[in-house]
T-cell receptor, first 110, second 115 residues
């Protein structure tokens, strides 16, 4: 599984967009890019995932670089409930062993 | 149930005690995973089941850790002779299949403190 690197922490203001970056320079052609987030005292929650094309869902958008060595999770309008640790994970077709880093701790200011 | 359910939610064990942590995955989910998460760290893989078969147990830290899923649904993670370094959150997750494009759903975790 390819290693991912993310900033330790980021800060945003409520109702503003947030762009969370992730580098995965060793990613292979079949590795998916997954984003999960974890609120305090809860298990990780799925946010979004993609392979090559940009992806949108009700929670967020995922922008994947053309060379797939980086991606950006976009929260279009941050709310206080979006304060969490965001994990970017790259895994092979077999996702038996997701390798998690330390993630990005996002603080949202009112 | 609607999601992955874990019990107990919190467990305090005396050093040397055996503990058993239960996971009820989402109904019909073939794949089941156990992860260990220390304070301030990301989850670390422990083991993976496909139905009742334990296909990967490479993440289990020692032979004191044992997991089973005898009927391909409920799973139990057992830790024998607990030690202080076992204190962590134990997360169970399930997915409909084992391929990389499937979403993995996590439970809220079992918080183990060994004193």
């Amino acid at each position: 599984d390819a290693k991912t690197t993310q900033p330790n922490s980021m800060e945003s203001n409520e109702e503003e967009p947030v762009h969370l970056p992730c580098n995965h320079s060793t990613i292979s052609g079949t590795d998916y890019i997954h984003w999960y987030r974890q609120l305090p005292s809860q298990g990780p929650e799925y946010v979004i995932h993609g392979l090559t094309s940009n992806v949108n869902n009700r929670m967020a958008s995922l922008a994947i670089a053309e060379d797939r060595k980086s991606s950006t999770l976009i929260l279009h309008r941050a709310t206080l409930r979006d304060a969490a640790v965001y994990y970017c994970i790259s895994n092979a077709g077999n996702n038996r062993k997701l390798i998690w880093g330390l993630g990005t701790s996002l603080a949202v200011n009112p | 149930g609607a999601g992955v359910s874990q019990s107990p939610r919190y467990k305090v064990a005396k050093r040397g005690q055996d503990v058993a942590l239960r996971c009820d995955p989402i109904s019909g989910h073939v794949s089941l995973f156990w992860y260990q998460q220390a304070l301030g760290q990301g989850p670390e893989f422990l083991t993976y089941f496909q139905n009742e078969a334990q296909l990967d147990k490479s993440g289990l830290p020692s032979d004191r850790f044992f997991a089973e899923r005898p009927e391909g649904s409920v799973s139990t993670l057992k830790i024998q002779r607990t030690q202080q370094e076992d204190s962590a959150v134990y997360l169970c997750a399930s997915s409909s299949a084992g391929t990389g494009r499937n979403t993995i759903y996590f439970g809220e975790g079992s918080w183990l403190t060994v004193v």
